[in-house]
């Protein structure tokens, strides 16, 4: 005799799909765009930006069961840190202690290969800290808050260390969504 437990199935599936394709995007993209009430020219940008794509792969690619969901509620955060949120969202001396501090509400979830993980966020850092650098300047003339202004984070240092991680824990694909050397020129949003 046969048992089965409602749901298995389904788990087994989702857990052995670890692709994210151009169709999974698509309805995310598609998701997002209803959601937020994008323009047709806010989905085409959200639709281009290897970031965004990036998080919404990240479950997909580590095999987490509830991918799908994940991928949702992780841009649901990013996009609304970036657009309305930005004064809650935004770098403070408090998220100083942890290079991942501003990231962890994009960092949860259920299942998944822990190294696919850790590379798509450590990915994902290494383009925040880069924005950092990038907006030094014109943080200093605003008077908004940069970890790197203020002596907290040693740029050289953190970048060192999240290239040599994310090449330690190398993920094919992962780099063809976005490969690392994507990430220093890259834009956060």
Same mark, same amino acid.
Do not use: C, Q
């Given at each position: 005799m046969i048992v089965t437990v409602p749901g298995i199935e389904l788990l087994s599936r989702a857990l052995a799909q670890k692709e994210? /394709?151009?169709? %999974?995007?698509d309805l995310t993209v598609g998701m997002v765009a209803q959601t937020f009430r994008f323009t047709a020219e806010e989905t085409d940008a959200f639709a281009a930006s290897k970031t965004a794509r990036l998080i919404a +792969? =990240? !479950?997909?690619? +580590?095999g987490c069961p509830d991918a799908r969901r994940i991928s949702l509620a992780h841009l649901s955060v990013y996009i609304t840190a970036i657009r309305g949120g930005r004064e809650i969202f %935004?770098? /403070? !001396?408090?998220?100083?202690? %942890? =290079?991942?501090?501003?990231l962890r509400l994009i960092m949860s979830f259920t299942g998944g290969d822990p190294s696919t993980i850790e590379h798509g966020m450590s990915l994902l850092a290494l383009i925040m800290v880069n924005g950092y650098r990038r907006h030094r300047e014109k943080d200093a003339l605003s008077g908004e808050y940069n970890p790197l202004n203020d002596g907290q984070w040693d740029f050289d240092a953190i970048s060192a260390t999240l290239t040599k991680r994310i090449q330690e824990i190398s993920n094919p694909d992962i780099e063809r969504i976005l490969p690392l050397a994507y990430a220093p020129p890259a834009l956060w949003n």
């Open positions: 994210f /394709t151009e169709k %999974d995007w +792969a =990240i !479950p997909y690619l +580590a %935004d770098h /403070t !001396p408090d998220d100083n202690s %942890d =290079i991942m501090s501003r």
